[in-house]
């Protein structure tokens, strides 16, 4: 793998721990029509977007009403559950700072809608770490295409190749090997047993692992082009 000239990081589940205040949201938006959650289904939802993700929740349940009032019902419930509290996942800050140090620019390419993002990143410490940002509510197609990596790209004005992405779902690995991009799954305990669509280029144990195997490919990188 070369070393980047930019890192593009996914948020929910990579820099924050959001997935289960998702699943609570869930379990709140579905106990209203007196339903139970189900794992197997949660697993479907991993990196999506809303619109995307209530899509498959309203097939799954058979549920009525229209989907647009559905998306923003749940979306409502999720930014409720976001507010009560944030944890980062470790090494989140840590690797931010290493490619700070580094000259990497980074970008965040996040599912999430603007307003959910925004209370996520306050929450976590992280507003204004990033050099570019896009959001779920920017872009047509969520993950696993790849326009919210392209976006973030454009805005970084880095070229997509050049770009590696840190994900933690597997329709986020496969949006970044759609968009022509290097990535690094970075599982979690919700995403750790699920299959990849695609391969990506390596698999890390946490962010701690990512910014040290970087470390390690900058100092070859920094030998081979002094």
Known sequence: MSFPAALIFDMDGLLVDSEPLSEIAMDRF?????????HDLMEQLLGRRLPEA?????????????????TAEYADTRLEVLREGMP?????????????????????????????ADVS??????????????????VEHGK???DLFLLAAERLEVAPARCLVLEDA???????????????????????????PVEPDWTAQ?????????????????????
Not at 54 to 69: M, R
Not at 88 to 116: D, F, K, N, Q, Y
């Open 170 to 196: 597997p329709a986020g690995v496969q949006a970044a090997k759609a968009a022509g991009m290097q990535v690094v799954w970075v599982p979690n305990d919700y995403s750790r047993d699920l299959p990849t």
């Open 54 to 70: 209530i899509t498959i929740v309203k097939a799954w349940f058979e549920l009525d009403g229209d989907l647009p009032a559905l």
């Open 121 to 138: 990143l306050a929450a976590a410490g992280l507003t204004g770490q990033f050099a570019a940002e896009a959001t779920g509510n920017e």
């Open 30 to 38: 579905l106990a209203r029509r007196m339903l139970d959650n189900d």
């Open 144 to 146: 696993p295409a790849p």
């Open 88 to 116: 980062v996942m470790p090494g989140a800050h840590e690797i931010i700072a290493w490619a700070r140090e580094a000259g990497l620019p980074c970008a965040l390419a996040t599912s999430s809608l603007r307003s959910h």
């Open 206 to 226: 946490s962010l701690l692992d990512v910014r040290d195997r970087l470390e390690i490919l900058r100092q070859s990188h920094e030998r081979t082009t002094v």
